[in-house]
């Protein structure tokens, strides 16, 4: 089976963009979960879908957001963005019918300037 | 909500001690518990975990355990090598949602 993948790998954009990350779960898995990853703060963990419906969130502001499409697809948004929101994206899906294993992308490395 | 502290945040070992980092969790109805490994680069992986029915499990160099009263769990990684060498996330997992700690960096010195 092929990866968990997600899109772009590298991005840079200026405080008050907005940006759409995107992620591809593993074939049948429909649980995809997010992350944001800094030096020191670990997997800090922002919201998990399922069946494209948000199942669970973290404490972020609400310029954080996402979506899951039917084909278990998801992206996350970030809206006005700020110098600390510079961090490493990491998703994950899992088969939450098998184990609760998180299967990782290799992750979106956002640098906002 | 869950709360998972780590200890150490960083550990330095020779190579061939052992080396044991620590989680302890607050909400008593987690009950699984994943550790990942995380190498320069790359993206975390499962390496070990255990449910909130056992108390050890071994596989390899590798050990978790897990005292629920105290609500704290345990990696023990024995004979260390460089690739041990990583970032090690705990994690605890209740009703679909999980929540890591915030790594440990473990160093192997040759």
């Known amino acids: 089976k092929a990866g968990v993948t997600q899109t772009p790998r590298y991005l840079i954009k200026t405080r008050g963009q907005q940006v759409t990350l995107s992620c591809s779960p593993i074939?049948?898995?429909?649980?995809v979960s997010w992350y944001q990853q800094t030096p020191g703060q670990g997997l800090q963990f922002l919201f998990e879908y399922f069946s494209e419906t948000q199942r669970n969130k973290g404490n972020f502001p609400g310029r954080f957001s996402g979506r899951q499409f039917s084909n278990s697809r998801s992206e996350m948004n970030v809206s006005t963005l700020e110098l600390g929101d510079s961090a490493l994206y990491l998703c994950a899906s899992s088969n939450p019918s098998g184990s609760y294993e998180q299967y990782f992308g290799p992750g979106t490395r956002l640098t906002v300037t | 909500g869950e709360n998972v502290e780590q200890h150490p945040s960083t550990l330095s070992v020779q190579e061939g001690d052992s080396a044991v980092i620590k989680c302890t969790y607050s909400?008593?109805?987690?009950?699984?518990f994943p550790w990942y490994k995380q190498e320069l680069g790359k993206r975390p992986q499962l390496i070990i975990d255990i449910r909130s029915n056992v108390g050890e499990k071994k596989d390899q160099r590798i050990a978790v355990t897990l005292n629920k009263t105290a609500k704290h769990f345990s990696l023990h990684i024995t004979e260390t090598q460089p690739e041990d060498s990583a970032v090690y996330f705990c994690?605890?997992?209740?009703?679909?949602?999980?929540?890591f700690g915030k790594g440990t960096r473990l160093h192997i010195l040759p």
């Open positions: 994690a605890a997992h209740r009703d679909d949602k999980i929540i």
């Open positions: 909400d008593s109805a987690s009950n699984y």
């Open positions: 074939s049948g898995h429909r649980s």
